[in-house]
Each structure stands twice: as C-alpha cells, then as structure tokens.
C-alpha cells in the first residue's frame, strides 16, 4: 500500500490529475531551493507542545508517492532541517518520514533532543531483524520515534517496541477505532509507555472524542480555526498597552511615560515581570520602569509593549496560533534582516512582522487597526501594500507560514534570500518564540 504523509499531517488538496505533470523529483541529484513549514501540536492544556515540520510545497499536486519517491522527499526535509540545527534550542520537532529513510545518514545529524520521528511503515520494510537493529541504533543516541497506526503491517509491532508516541489519523478512522487505538496503546501489555498522539482533527466532536480518549497531542485544521466571531480571551488591558505604546513612540517625556503607567501598578508589574524574564535576557534585573526606559531606550520597550499586546490568559488554540504567528513573524523580520538592514533598525523590522497581525489581534480591518498605533513610515508602508524597504522580506515571512499558497521561492529571490536563510530563521524564530511565551502568566 502506498501512503501519504503529507494527507496525514494536513496538506491541502490540491486538485491535480493523476495524470498531470507532476514537479521534478527532489534529492541530491537534484538540488532545489528545498523551504519547510511548521504545524503546531497542542497539549490537553490547550497550549503548543510542539511542531511537525515539513517540506512547504515541493510535494504539492502528489498523490500516494511510490517509496523511492517519498526517499528522495524525506531526504530533502532532513537536508533542509539539518542546514539549521544550530537554531533548534528548546524546540521540540515531529517529523513525518518513511520507515524506508531511517537508515537516511543524515538523521544521525539530528539533534537528539529535540527530534521525534513520525514513521509510516512502508510496504518494502519486510526486514524486520534490520529495521530493528535500525530503530535500536538510532533509540540509544536519544532520537524519539512515533508510529503511526497501521497494526496489519508486519513491522507495526516491533516499531512500537521502541516507539514514545503512537498517532492516528482521526479524519479516516471511526469513532471506535480511536477508543479501541487508546484503550490498546494504554495497555498493561505495551512494553513501554506512549504518548497518543491525534492527527487531523477537523472538529469540535473529534478533539472532544480525543480528550476523552486521554490523548496527549493534538494537530488539524480544526486548531486554526476562529472559534467565533467574539473578541478572543485576551489581556484586558490592551487599551492602555496601545496608549503606552504610542507614548513610547512619540517625543513625549519619560517622565509622561513612566506616570501612565504607574496608574497602574498590575500592568507595571507585568511589564517589568516580563522585562525581567529570561525571555529578555538583559544582564540586570529592573526594579522600576523609570530604570527601563534609561537602560532599554524607547524604541526596545516599545518592542517589549507590542509583544505583551499579543500576550494571552485561558486562550484558546486559534489564540496560540495568532500569538505564536505574530512572534515569528517579528523575530523572522529581524534575523532575515540583520544581514540586509542596518542593526539600528531592528527593532522597527521586528514591529513590522508583530504588527502584521494586528487586524487578527483585534478583529477590524488592518487600515483602522493601524490608525491606532504610532509606526515609523517604512513599517506602515510594509503593512499597508508590502512596499518600501521592508515590504519585500514581510512577504517573504508570511510565504513562510502560508503552506505553499505563496510563491515563496520566488518572493525569496527578490528579497536576496536562499531557502537556508529562511529555514535558519523560521526554526530560530518558532524557538525564540516558544521561549518567549512560556514566561507569560497563564
């Protein structure tokens, strides 16, 4: 049987005929400009746990592909992947790969901490003494593996031997194959402990089912989904982060800065809580915003401010994706332009991807979203029409995150961009982002 990781793990379909012309084949005798994206798994707390990687669109228009194809996709993932482990840090990545590529060297390369293998069972893998030794090799250098339910394949039992997670696919299975897919990874007959894992969740009735179920990661289109047309679950106080945002922006006193916000003292010590957070990383606590604003400056707390508009309590999983979009992009902005831009202009590339979600943020159009908000001429320029100096790379970081809906190689080359710098800089901004959040009350 042929099968498809990226139907799995929610590529889109795409409509092409069987018979269509199909994109050159990928792999070391083919370079190509190879981009990954990122989806986010959920925990039962409703917050990220961690992402499936994979490539953005080079696979877009294929079917079930043939095992030597789907070799040649998965050494391209884990050829772009490996360009940028040194950007990984605390980041926990899934990625969905034949059991036909584990013996792929470039998963030694992996950082062993961080990677989880997602396998599908091929049809080829019939040695099972060999994939053993395989998955033993690979498991004692710390690599984690999942499995993915497929309990006719000869090979499903010995892969769950050194398996920590199991997932299914809950878009084809019924209802009580998933109880019966839980109820038998929790056995007392499993020879070790597993984490279930639930792919392609479309609706409220399947997470529900899920939950129930007592699986621990959650993924699907279901999760990026508004949950309504209500305002979401935010930080109260975004009003007053706005007014303080524009005064650091404007040629107001500090004086005139530091008193609005001592007006009130739970937004005050939220701000220096996070200012003080390793987040920030700044070398000596603060003990006053009047302190903050002589060793920060204006334009780094207003850097912090807009981050802290986007901060969240009881959010939902829409909430999360907004959030951690919004970081990304910022931090994207900001390592993709070091080597273009100036350094003084760090901050207003990050504000230039924060802000590009603020219509979401706040739910009205972009236009009166920013007639609220005081921005430097290049970074309004770059949200209003992706123009001006910052306009091509914003459409380069929201290509990123748009899953092949973008022409993403082509918008790269107009911004002076390789696929290695923008794969380098959206792990290190999902790590960056990741990091920043988990300092947030919740």
Known sequence: MAFNLGKLFGKKESGVA?????????????????????????????????????????DAGLGDAPTERQLLLDDTLLRALCASTDTWGSLTA???????????????QLPATNAVILLHLAPETTDIAKFAARLSELHRTGLRFGVLRQPRHPAHATALLFADFAAIDTKTAQGNEIRDFSIAMRSDEMRRPVELVAAN????????????????????????????????????????????YNLAQSDAENSQLSTALKQDPNLTYRILRYL???????????????????????????????????????????????????????????????????????????????????DKLLRIPLSDALSQITLPAPVRE?????????????????????????????????????????????????????????????
């Open 382 to 442: 770059a949200l209003i029409d992706r123009s001006g100096r910052y306009g091509s790379l914003l459409s380069v970081v929201e290509a990123a995150e748009a899953s092949g809906e973008f022409p993403i190689e082509a918008l790269s080359k107009n911004a002076g961009l390789d696929s290695e710098a923008v794969n380098r800089a959206l792990i290190a901004a999902t790590t960056w982002a990741n990091d920043a959040t988990s300092e947030w009350e919740t």
């Open 94 to 108: 899934f990625l969905p790969l034949s059991s036909e590529s584990i013996h792929n060297p470039w998963l030694d």
């Open 201 to 244: 969740i479309e609706s409220t009735d399947d997470l529900q089912l899920c939950v129930q179920s007592r699986f621990a990661l959650y993924h699907g289109p279901f999760f990026g989904r508004p949950r309504s047309a209500a305002l979401p679950r935010s930080d109260p106080n975004k009003l007053n982060l706005i007014h303080l």
């Open 276 to 358: 003080n957070s390793a987040a920030v990383g700044l070398s000596r606590p603060l003990a006053s915003i009047d302190q903050a604003l002589v060793l920060l400056g204006r334009q780094r707390l207003a850097r912090w401010i807009s981050i802290l508009l986007f901060s969240v309590r009881d959010a939902d999983f829409s909430e999360w994706l907004l959030v951690e979009s919004a970081l990304v992009r910022g931090r994207m902005m900001e390592l993709l332009g070091s080597g273009i831009f100036p350094a003084t202009e760090a901050d207003q590339l990050f504000l230039t991807g924060v802000f590009s979600r603020l």
């Open 18 to 58: 069987p018979d269509a012309p199909r994109p050159p084949e990928y792999g070391p005798d083919h370079p190509v400009q190879a981009f990954v994206r990122r989806d986010a798994l959920f925990d039962r707390e409703r917050k990220p746990a961690g992402h499936v990687f994979r490539l953005q669109h080079l």
